[in-house]
């Protein structure tokens, strides 16, 4: 299968890309990377692989060891631009996040949002995570004016998270964790036919999801569509995504 993952130029997550990359490739899936204007290899947010405070809050190490071979892959290096994508020749599509300002870029994008109108109609896997599920809540189908996740079941970055993160290091980092003034959570409920179809899924702020431990993750599924809270679920949004392609 040939799976769709755009990115901005800069700060996308680190875990978010680094492992569905890494899983979905390890299972003889080709994962082809999309930038706004294909013009080079994008790069993860820095603090991410060095530490947002004291050495602290960024990726975990298998992580930061796939991104580090992703750096030097061809698909990787040689980006699709985003006018250049035609959605039908994908056969999944994956939105990661990242809360870093280079995340505007993407998230704020009216022509990726044109792609990801043409990819929803395909009814063809569908996966976001963290800010990712923002590019879906801006998403309209013209044809039929309503919002793509109007009537899907979702998560997203949860606010008491997004909120704590901000707390605990706007002294050092300012609004590093504010990528808008609207939590992320607020946009995405606002954007459902029903506050219900919203899941936030279990109070979690450390545990983060492993290889071989999903315990702490979570990840909600509505049909062809996947979605999942912060990088502490990418594994299992990993495996529950490459579930769907089959």
Known sequence: MRILLPLPDRDFDVTEVAVPWKLLTDLGHEVVFAT????????????LLTGVLFGQLGAEREPKEFYEQLTGET????????????PEAYDGLILPGGH??????????????????EFWRLDRPVGAICHGVLALARTRDPATGRGVLADRRTTCLPGYMERTAYYLTAWRRGRYYRTYPAY??????AALD??????????ELRRRGTATDDTPA????DGNYLSARWPGDA??????????LT
């Open 218 to 221: 979570f990840v909600v599924q």
């Open 75 to 86: 698909a990787f290096r040689h980006p699709v631009a985003w006018a250049d994508l035609r």
């Open 194 to 203: 029903d506050p219900a179809q919203f899941e936030r899924g279990p109070i």
């Open 184 to 189: 992320v959570e607020d946009e995405v409920v």
């Open 100 to 117: 870093a300002p280079g995340m505007r870029q993407y998230l704020g994008s009216g022509l990726l949002r044109e792609k990801i109108t």
């Open 36 to 47: 706004e204007h294909g013009d080079g290899p994008p790069a993860a947010d820095p603090l």
């Open 235 to 244: 594994y299992l949004f990993a495996r529950r995504f490459a579930a769907m």
